[in-house]
């Protein structure tokens, strides 16, 4: 199936024979649906936390940041924003001149309110000579929309979201890189005053991230008196999956060379697991709100931090019990029940292990990466959802599933997924340390049969495209999980350019004691 050429080529990516093969077959085969238990939901699944038990939680993750442990902000921040401007591509397209649909009536009625309007107005008139309002007075809509997307632009339907002017300060903007910078100051800083920050970009824009957050920190560090560590880092050629033709054989280039396509956001475990911090947030590069917003935000990621602190500190005792000739059967049913009710895993047949039996499965069980998720109420924004499925080893735990992970053909899994109460809005912190103080080698705990499947095209040619395990899906299907309730108002992503023209980002702002750009 392969010619020398091919082999060389594998050997550059890092990719050996044997997981092309294997890829191949994935996609010839598929992935099986996981089997699940039921949705996750509070009381089964999901901690609902009453405002006492969140402030105490936040107390304990105050002391934990001042005990002089590593605390990281890990952000994927590659993709293109090119899906936001889907429909002003679309209008530029069309044949004709003036807006038609709903949203490109919405798009140009709100056109003042975007951080971007000021940046955008100065290129309209660099270009064409003309202002915005002056353009659109003549019906010439479309050269505003290619001063925003095109290169000759400010060139934003080629940029990533993380660059792009979100919100409107007075005298300033702020990118989504900003906004997170200053997130980390307010929850994710440690006794040394410093907040580590890490993003994954694309190589393309790596200089252009590095750039701005130099320029940026400047303002930040002296708002917040801290100091910024920010480091970047792309996704991992080797972490590419090759593509198929309709046949199952490996789809070629125009030159020969066989096609191989970024393996998806669950590529970044391996970024993720070279990162040193003994707690990590996790969260996209879209869901970011303006300053006088931040307080839900803050509030609710120090809860979740609280929470993984608590259950790690209990998880850590118990490890070092059944390391110990200390641990009686009592004792070993209370470690059973917090691993049953706490981390909601459940085995079958637990109660007719002997003693050795349990103790050694219950030390495999918690010895691994943890990881504390909010969920928020379900109300109909695309996302995965937070579930209770089976595993390989038979046992049930928590699990974050998107719809192709779920077999939406059969009436009981679709009514399942269809009457969630909650989904997943990317809200994640993690526990990637062990009892020992050593690192998780997290890639051994991701589901290899938790990826899909999709069509796509190449020079008009269709193919098929192979995705790995999801980051927070089957990439962290073996971690420990517990699911939180959080409210709506911590999730604000920016899906749409249109999106930010709601509440919570597209109404002008001022940081407090905040003059210059921050």
């Not at 990590?280 to 300053?291: L, R, S």
């Not at 049953?340 to 990466?369: F, I, Q, V, Y």
């Not at 399942?416 to 050593?438: E, I, R």
């Not at 991701?446 to 995705?467: H, I, M, P, W």
């Amino acid at each position: 199936m392969f010619e020398n050429k091919d082999l060389v080529q594998f050997n550059v990516k890092g990719i050996s024979v044997a997981q092309v093969e294997a890829q191949l077959e994935l996609l010839s085969k598929g992935f099986p649906y996981l089997e699940l238990e039921a949705a996750a939901s509070v009381g089964n699944g999901i901690m609902a936390v009453d405002e006492n038990q969140r402030d105490g939680y936040i107390k304990t993750w105050d002391a934990y940041c001042s005990s002089g442990h590593r605390i990281l902000k890990f952000v994927p921040a590659s993709g293109a924003a090119s899906r936001m401007f889907k429909d002003l591509f679309t209008f530029l397209d069309a044949p004709y001149e003036t807006p038609e649909t709903p949203f490109e009536k919405t798009f140009f009625e709100g056109l003042e309110k975007f951080a971007f309007y000021d940046e955008l107005d100065a290129s309209c008139k660099e270009n064409d000579g003309k202002s915005i309002s002056e353009l659109i007075a003549e019906g010439d809509y479309k050269s505003v929309v290619k001063n925003l997307l095109e290169e000759k632009g400010l060139n934003y339907g080629a940029l990533p979201k993380g660059l792009l002017s979100f919100h409107k300060y007075n005298g300033f903007v702020r990118t989504p890189l900003e906004e997170h910078m200053a997130e980390g100051a307010m929850y994710a800083l440690g006794a040394d005053g410093v907040a580590h920050l890490h993003f994954t970009v694309s190589p393309e824009h790596r200089d252009l991230f590095r750039a701005l957050a130099e320029k940026s920190s400047k303002g930040l560090s002296k708002r917040f008196g801290i100091v910024y560590d920010i480091t970047f880092s792309e996704q991992k050629k080797s972490t590419d999956t090759v593509a198929s033709d309709m046949d199952g054989k490996p789809f070629r280039n125009e030159d020969g060379s066989i096609l191989f396509r970024p393996g998806g956001h669950g590529a970044l475990i391996e970024n993720l697991n070279e990162l040193d911090a003994d707690v990590v947030f996790v969260k996209n590069i879209d869901n970011v709100v303006p300053d006088n917003l931040k307080s839900d935000t803050v509030t609710y990621k120090k809860l979740l931090a609280g929470i993984l602190v608590s259950v790690q500190n209990r998880i850590f005792d118990y490890l070092r019990l059944l390391d110990s000739d200390k641990c009686t059967p009592d004792k070993l049913r209370v470690i059973s029940d917090f691993v049953r009710n706490t981390l909601c895993c459940r085995k079958p047949g637990l109660d007719e292990m002997s003693a050795d039996e349990l103790a050694t499965w219950l030390h495999s069980r918690l010895n691994r990466p943890l990881r504390v998720c909010g969920m928020v109420r379900n109300v109909g924004e695309p996302g995965g959802g937070p579930f209770l499925a089976y595993n390989s080893d038979g046992t049930i735990s928590l699990q974050i599933l998107e719809s192709s992970q779920i077999n939406l053909a059969d009436p009981v899994k679709k009514e399942m997924f269809t009457k969630g109460t909650h989904f997943n809005p990317v809200d994640l912190v993690c526990g990637l340390k062990g009892y020992k103080g050593d690192r998780f080698n997290l890639p051994d705990y991701v589901d290899k049969n938790t990826g899909f499947v999709s069509q796509k095209s190449s020079g008009g040619r269709k193919l098929k495209a192979l995705e790995l395990p999801g980051l927070w899906n089957g990439a962290m299907s073996d971690w420990n999980t517990i699911f939180v309730e959080v409210p709506l108002t911590t999730f604000n992503p920016v899906k749409t350019v249109n999106d930010l023209l709601r509440p919570q980002h597209g109404l002008k702002h001022r940081p407090s004691g905040c003059t210059n750009r921050a």
